[in-house]
């Protein structure tokens, strides 16, 4: 018998199908152990050791295999194709040699990139061992992250209250998020005016044909983008077109190529799944995942795609074969190159020069597959699939023509430019999506040729301004992260995520907003840690890490040297004040908590006192704005509040669709909403959590009062499924049944399929709304188990006594044993809550009640040998009742 070990049940089954009797297919379930999130798990003073520890939901998935391996003849680890699939192998043989489980059976490590009979069979014929670099590389990437994260967000709960954790990766990702901001609050508009003209030519055509130019050249100079800078210049200009006669003065044509973008890499997926499809990073890559570990497909379970981790843009011989012949057979031989098309990554050590991201058959059609999959599926499969075919598809040929039409004196000019496409080549079946970018394509210009006579029939002024940089969306901030080599493919979804659940940011329409906690917490490391948060750094210790799995670098050297530099940076914050900590922060962010008031007056001064000067301060619970004159003084506010906050009049943002009613933003006791029209009683909407009123128009507005939104018919009970906003948060609701939604976007764009999936995973965890568990943090010495739980009012720890709430800002997964156990201390020594009391008297109450049952039904006996005294407690303690029932007995 051979045990076969991957990482995911789902796959686990489909291979097993594939292999038969000989073999004991058993999942790992991702990772068995980890670092302990405590302090000591990893030792620079004793050369890097590290303790690993075993998660307690694997201890039953490690008993499988150990009892299976006892008697088997061979151990094959089939984790994924990746670093972290690598160390999970290397995780599961360590843990069997420790428990000496491995006996006489033979080790084998097999890799297949995608899961298909014949990648499985072919990958168990040709095994190697463990890949020692690629080891190293993923303890030394483990080794930085834990360091960094245990020993830098320390120091920033002791110096900045209320931040959460900070880790490697995501701090600098933060930064960019937060320098865009800071980019858009500085940048000044400037005016600009174009001036364009409908131009009349009479070319070799016996009719003249119209087309529009722009002005480009006046006084016989070329004209910068802010050369018109005002309506008076903008005037002269049209003047001095009307006063002149023009000739076609220069016609260029010539033929341009466009050729298909490569097969999606992990990156690419992900950014054209937003921009196509609407998906998150983290959404795109679930699907992705269920994707490649297999879909039943008329009763075969087969991978759909090959492995979603990749750098990697080059295809397999037989695959690039099948997808030219798939391009043929469906638009004919003249759309196929008379070469396959090779391409090369741009990124160095592309991840482990993996395959790129494509179907496992090309014959598997969107078309033929859709009904095997849901709807979220069949549109990523489409995406991938369609890309794949292109990248083997011919180049796209247009040609691009530019008309200049000038005065007889030369003195001014006008240009035409246009693209028409010749042969659509691959763009028949994809064009590549472009964020922040439109479509280059123009139309046909008319065939005229030089020195023919030109009239303008019309001129266009038009008055511009210029505008910031936009804000990151998901595709943009994943291109940023992989331009600057920060990062890895497998670590995008992560890093997104991570900022959004530690509150750092918000999604906005799709772009990202730095809340203040994330500009604060940005603002102390570029001051403090500087070094440690550039762009350069970052992405020269990932080329490092590169170069461990390359087997160039030794591990252990890569963190000496960053440790040594680290921990000195660290140990320059023990005697930092946290009055030095405030005058920082109030000098980088101040310009935002304080923006310039209308009037002119200092945005600084207290409205309570008068005299008392405004700023940031640190408290318990996090950042605030406060006065100087305190305690005399104890004028306070939230960042985010202006001082006047809900004295503001109604913004009119418009008329509501189809009615004369106005949509007004307000502020009212609970926060900024909006509202329908003027009647007694008027629609509202409270604007979701971490929205920015300022930036809410009459568009949004319309989504948030037409809620809640019918997202569709469930496919079982034929009722609607609706999504709304509530108490906690945005949530699809059906048949009395709720369910939590990520974000508030999702509430205006979440599909039927999706609502059905989250809505059955509720169900699937007994649908409680109450409290589960993030994290097992370990046992104390009596042997109690101390777990951290997201609760209905937050993140709290608890010993199953004790219930001790996470310091908002704080993240509860960075929470150690240590700090859970003071926490619960502490909430101890304050004794029950008013709530918890009140419960307490109650339960005690129903105990002695129930006591007092117990004891007269066993002294029941007794009591009838002693009638007259039975009798007087009766009377005297219901004495009017008993006076009702013998007056009732007597009548």
Same mark, same amino acid.
């Given at each position: ?514 809340e203040d906690k994330g500009r604060i917490v940005t603002a102390f490391l570029t001051n403090f840690f500087t070094h440690y ?232 965890r007994g649908g409680r709304r109450g409290a589960e568990a993030l994290k097992e943090l370990g046992n104390t010495a009596e ?45 101890? %020594?304050?004794?029950?809550? #008013?709530?918890? =009391? @009140? /419960?307490?008297? +109650?339960?005690?109450? &129903?105990?002695? *009640? $129930? ?11 007794? %009591?009838?040998?002693?009638? #007259?005294?039975? =009798? @007087? /407690?009766?009377? +005297?303690?219901?004495? &009017?009742?008993? *006076? $009702? ?7």
């Amino acid at each position: 018998m051979n045990v076969l070990v991957v990482e995911s049940p789902a796959k686990a089954k489909t291979i097993n199908k594939y292999l038969g009797p000989g073999y004991k297919v058993l999942a790992s379930f991702g990772h068995i152990r980890d670092l302990p999130a405590k302090d000591g798990s990893v030792r620079p003073d004793e050369d890097f050791a590290m303790d690993w520890h075993v998660d307690e939901r694997a201890q039953k998935r490690i008993k499988d295999i150990v009892d299976a391996v006892k008697t088997a003849d061979k151990l094959i680890l089939a984790t994924d194709p990746d670093r972290e699939g690598e160390a999970i192998s290397w995780h599961v043989l360590e843990v069997l040699k420790q428990k000496k489980a491995l006996g006489k059976a033979s080790v084998e490590r097999v890799t297949f990139n995608a899961i298909t009979k014949n990648a499985v069979l072919e990958a168990i014929a040709n095994p190697r061992q463990i890949n020692g670099e690629l080891v190293d590389a993923y303890l030394a990437r483990r080794a930085l992250d834990y360091l960094v994260g245990f020993t830098l967000s320390p120091v920033l709960w002791r110096k900045l209250p209320g931040a959460r954790s900070a880790g490697r990766v995501q701090s600098v990702a933060l930064r960019l998020v937060v320098d865009r901001e800071l980019e858009i609050e500085k940048f000044k508009s400037d005016e600009y005016w174009t001036v364009d003209a409908n131009v009349l030519a009479y070319g070799e055509d016996a009719a003249p044909t119209p087309f529009t130019a722009r002005l480009t050249h006046l006084a016989g100079k070329k004209l910068d983008k802010l050369g018109i800078g005002n309506e008076a210049d903008a005037k002269a200009a049209v003047d001095a077109i009307k006063s002149r006669k023009f000739t076609i003065g220069a016609v260029e044509s010539k033929p341009v190529k466009r050729h298909p973008a490569p097969p999606f890499i992990t990156s690419t997926l992900q950014q054209e799944a937003s921009r196509k499809l609407g998906f998150s990073a983290k959404r795109t890559m679930q699907i992705a995942q269920h994707l490649y570990e297999g879909v039943d497909v008329g009763g075969e379970t087969v991978g759909l795609i090959t492995y979603m981790r990749t750098d990697g843009v080059t295809m397999d011989g037989s695959a690039i074969q099948e997808a030219r012949a798939m391009a043929g057979e469906r638009y004919g031989a003249k759309y196929v190159p008379h070469a396959p098309r090779q391409y090369t990554s741009k990124a160095k050590n592309a991840q482990e020069a993996h395959e790129a991201i494509r179907p496992t058959s090309f014959h598997r059609t969107p078309e033929s597959v859709a009904k095997y999959l849901d709807a979220e599926q069949a549109k990523l499969y489409e995406l991938i699939w369609k890309r794949a075919i292109a990248s083997q598809m011919e180049s796209a040929e247009m040609e691009r023509t530019t008309v200049d039409v000038v005065s007889q004196d030369g003195q001014v000019t006008l240009r035409a430019t246009g693209s028409v496409v010749l042969f659509d080549g691959f763009l028949t079946l994809y064009q590549e999506g472009h964020d922040d970018e439109a479509d280059e394509d123009g139309n046909r210009l008319p065939r005229v040729a030089v020195g023919n006579p030109a009239t303008i029939e019309k001129t266009l002024p038009e008055q511009h301004f210029t505008e910031p940089p936009p804000r990151y969306s998901e595709a943009s901030l994943v291109r940023k992260l992989e331009e600057l080599g920060i990062g890895r493919p497998s670590t995008y979804a992560s890093i997104l995520s991570v900022l959004r659940e530690r509150a750092y940011v918000r999604l906005e329409r799709g772009r990202f907003i730095p809340e203040d906690k994330g500009r604060i917490v940005t603002a102390f490391l570029t001051n403090f840690f500087t070094h440690y948060v550039e762009y350069d750094f970052t992405a020269d210790l990932e080329e490092k890490l590169d170069e461990v799995s390359a087997g160039s670098l030794n591990w252990k050297k890569l963190l000496e040297d960053f440790w040594r530099d680290f921990s000195a940076a660290i140990g320059d914050t023990k005697d930092l004040k946290i009055s030095q900590v405030i005058d920082a922060l109030n000098e980088v962010i101040g310009p935002h908590i304080f923006p310039p008031q209308p009037d002119g007056t200092d945005p600084r001064v207290c409205p309570t006192c008068g005299t008392g000067k405004l700023s940031l301060k640190l408290g318990r619970f996090g950042s605030f704005v406060g006065c100087s004159n305190y305690p005399e003084c104890r004028y306070t506010r939230q960042l985010g509040q202006t001082n006047g906050e809900g004295a503001a009049e109604p913004k009119v943002l418009g008329k509501f669709p189809g009615t004369e009613e106005d949509v007004s933003l307000r502020s009212g006791r609970f926060g900024p909403y909006v509202q329908l029209g003027e009647a007694d009683k008027p629609k509202r909407a409270g604007l979701p959590k971490g929205t920015d009123a300022t930036s809410v128009t009459l568009d949004y507005a319309v989504k948030l009062l037409s809620l809640p939104r019918e997202v569709g018919i469930h496919p079982e009970t034929q009722k609607p499924i609706t999504a709304n906003f509530g108490r906690f948060g945005p949530y699809v609701a059906h048949d009395g049944a709720y369910a939590s939604l990520e974000t508030p976007d999702d509430v205006f764009t979440i599909g039927l399929n999706h609502a059905v999936t989250i809505l059955a995973e509720k169900k699937a965890r007994g649908g409680r709304r109450g409290a589960e568990a993030l994290k097992e943090l370990g046992n104390t010495a009596e042997g109690v188990a101390i777990k951290v739980m997201k609760g209905r009012y937050g993140p709290y720890v608890t010993d199953g006594t004790t219930n001790a709430t996470i310091p908002n800002g704080s993240d509860p997964n960075a929470v150690t044993l240590e700090q859970a156990l003071t926490l619960i201390a502490e909430r101890a %020594a304050k004794g029950p809550s #008013p709530k918890q =009391k @009140k /419960k307490a008297e +109650k339960a005690a109450k &129903a105990a002695a *009640k $129930k006591a007092e049952a117990e004891a007269k039904k066993t002294a029941k006996p007794k %009591a009838e040998a002693k009638k #007259p005294a039975a =009798k @007087k /407690k009766t009377v +005297k303690k219901k004495a &009017a009742p008993k *006076k $009702k029932s013998v007056k009732a007995a007597a009548e």
